[in-house]
């Protein structure tokens, strides 16, 4: 166990790194809940068509991402060795890359954002109002558009800032935004003052206000403390970036966006999949994702950690301390998560109490809560595994071990059963986690093999 368990001072830095991680998505993600909750409170066919629109919003957040990664690989690496220019022109590709995907993801919610929607909405039961449903989400789409941009910026600078080794900065611009957005949703979303409330559309003005002003702030944190972030100095005097670092940085980082971009459409066919058995279903796995997302922030931090530790080791060329600091993150991130997936599976019923829906929605959030829970250390070592290899510069394998494997193998599955079946939904949503176990053994071989032991910027 001695590869696997470090000593205190190990996970005192492991900790400086994700505790403000944590605190930032901890917030983020509770005042999401506590967002999904309000909406909740108007009706199930509110709140479904909002949890519609935000799978959509979801794609481009992945995308932004995996744009984002794939040039933040070489940016962690760069910082690892010194060399600010490095961070600088890789942060220029960020911006450039973010630009084109918010301008064609604007374009296509604009044009077919109806039609995307009216994918989820199958049922033909009576539970919830498709009508009502598909209202409430064009209305909170028509909103969110404008806080496209922002959203850009937001993950530019954060990711940019945290694989610097500046987690703190992002935490409170995160902070600020969340307590702006749950102050807003309490005064748009219902009535108050004499002034009726505005539903899902209040909901949404609340979030794109939060969004300007957390960019706002994470933007001038930056370019006021260039002592701190020399990188910013000349940001914007110009985007050539060196034709070599460009290949570099498209030939890894195009990989890691297509396969986020592809990820994300999965996950978002999953839930396509799940919808085929009401607008129930919709508004349960709604319920248990937003619940989800409470207690993942966890993995997901270590997930950072080993991007910005093992990537920064990689850089300086210390590739046995890079394995061996590897080895110890992924047995604690799946071994913290054993115990939180026991908390949430105890806890489960008390979390659908809090929504304003129907029993039957509720008894089956509960269920796929409890579900999620199980999972939930198997997904823990599939995050590491994925940024472990990531770190080093292998975005085909990662592109093959992470979204290929789920449309050849988890997606068609899914599909099958939901569309060609009359099977219930509770197995139909436990068969695409049983395929992650296929897919964590992979993962285990491909980190034992090393192949993700890479400087890249060695020779760059």
Request: aromatic share 12%.
């Amino acid at each position: 166990m001695g590869n696997f368990i470090a000593d205190r001072k190990f996970y005192k830095y492991v900790f400086a790194i994700t505790g403000p991680i944590i605190i930032q998505n901890g917030i983020t993600n509770f005042v999401s809940m506590l967002d999904n909750i309000m909406v909740g409170q108007v009706g199930t066919a509110q709140m479904s068509g909002v949890a519609i629109v935000n799978q959509l919003l979801f794609i481009l957040n992945i995308l932004l991402f995996g744009g984002n990664a794939g040039a933040g690989i070489f940016t962690a690496q760069y910082f690892g060795c010194g060399d600010m220019d490095g961070v600088r022109n890789t942060t220029r590709f960020k911006i450039i890359i973010s630009a084109i995907i918010t301008a064609i993801s604007a374009l296509v919610l604009h044009f077919f954002a109806e039609p995307l929607i009216m994918l989820f909405l199958n049922s033909d039961t009576d539970t919830g109002n498709i009508a009502l449903a598909l209202e409430s989400a064009k209305q909170y789409l028509a909103v969110m558009m404008f806080g496209l941009i922002p959203t850009a910026f937001v993950q530019i600078y954060s990711s940019t800032l945290r694989e610097t080794g500046e987690t703190v900065v992002p935490m409170k611009a995160g902070a600020i935004a969340v307590v702006i957005n749950l102050i807003g949703n309490y005064l748009l979303i219902f009535d108050h003052f004499g002034h009726k409330g505005l539903g899902v559309a209040g909901a949404a003005i609340a979030t794109v206000i939060a969004k300007y002003v957390e960019a706002a702030y994470i933007i001038l944190w930056t370019h006021r403390s260039t002592e701190k972030n020399p990188f910013a100095v000349g940001l914007y005097k110009s985007f050539k970036i060196p034709k070599n670092m460009m290949a570099n940085i498209i030939r890894k980082g195009v990989i890691i966006m297509i396969n986020e971009g592809m990820w994300s459409m999965g996950m978002t066919m999953l839930i396509q999949c799940y919808s085929m058995r009401g607008l129930g279903v919709v508004a349960a796995v709604n319920i248990t994702n937003t619940i989800f997302n409470v207690f993942n922030i966890v993995y997901i931090a270590l997930g950072d950690a080993v991007a910005i530790i093992v990537g920064q080791l990689l850089g300086s060329g210390k590739m046995e301390e890079a394995k061996d600091t590897d080895n110890k993150l992924l047995f604690f991130s799946t071994m913290l998560c054993v115990g939180i997936g026991i908390i949430v599976i105890i806890a489960a019923p008390l979390f659908p109490m809090l929504y304003n829906t129907e029993a039957d929605v509720k008894e089956l959030a509960t269920v796929l809560i409890r579900i999620m829970g199980l999972f939930m250390p198997i997904h823990a070592f599939l995050h590491a595994a994925y940024f472990t290899i990531r770190s080093g510069g292998k975005t085909f394998i990662t592109f093959l071990f992470d979204s290929c494997f789920m449309w050849v193998v988890s997606v068609p599955a899914a599909f099958v059963l939901s569309h060609y079946t009359d099977l219930p939904i509770i197995p139909l949503y436990i068969v695409p986690q049983l395929c992650e176990l296929i897919k964590a053994i992979i993962g285990f071989v491909l980190i034992k093999k090393n192949v993700w032991l890479n400087n890249l910027v060695e020779d760059m």
